[in-house]
């Protein structure tokens, strides 16, 4: 089996307030989502990504913000073992992003022996 890592993107939405009722659906739905992984004894770790951060340049300038210039942030990522990359894009499906108007970056996750 290989790693793979699961990034979900999405355009930021300022005007987005969700209710009490949409946070609660939304976390089951991630919740049933990364079960469903878990039951098939694929998954590995989970986290979201905080919405501060700053930005290191190759030149030393730092900027503020992880996302200061592109028009997409990164929310956050699963890790998820798979037999391969298209088997690994198949758990990805019904991923609530999805639903949300982002979309999936999965890529291998490479060793590096030190």
């Known amino acids: 089996m290989q790693e793979f890592m699961m990034i979900f993107r999405m355009a930021p ?9 949409q946070i609660q659906e939304s976390i089951q739905q991630w919740q049933s989502w990364i079960g469903g992984i878990a039951a098939q004894g694929k998954f590995l770790s989970t986290n979201q990504l905080g919405f501060t951060g700053n930005t290191l340049h190759a030149d030393g300038v730092i900027t503020d913000g992880p996302y200061a210039e592109v028009k997409e942030i990164v929310g956050g990522y699963i890790l ?11 758990l990805a499906q019904g991923c609530p ?11 291998e996750i490479m060793q590096i022996n030190l």
Do not use: C, S, Y
């Open 13 to 21: 939405a300022a005007d987005f307030q969700p209710t009490p009722e």
């Open 80 to 90: 998820v073992k798979a037999e391969n990359l298209e088997a690994a894009t198949e």
């Open 97 to 107: 992003i999805l639903f949300m108007g982002g979309h999936v970056e999965i890529r």
